[in-house]
């Protein structure tokens, strides 16, 4: 489910290891994170959070030689 994946990237990065001594700075801290971080850093996160998952085999590729 995406939205639990975006879940997992917001607590790795706002909540992981981190003290926040009032639950303003807390909700502040996370509110930041969806209205600034997620769209400064999308493309980024997109690969994470994503449905789109491809299979990569060796067929997939050639190997071009000079």
Request: glycine fraction near 2%; proline fraction near 5%.
């Amino acid at each position: 489910n995406p939205i639990e994946r975006l879940w997992a990237v917001m607590h790795q990065r706002v909540t992981h290891n981190r003290h926040y001594p009032t639950r303003k700075q807390f909700a502040d801290a996370i509110l930041v994170f969806f209205r600034d971080t997620i769209p400064r850093e999308w493309k980024t996160f997109r690969e994470q959070v994503s449905d789109n998952f491809r299979i990569i085999t060796h067929q997939d590729f050639r190997i071009l030689e000079g």
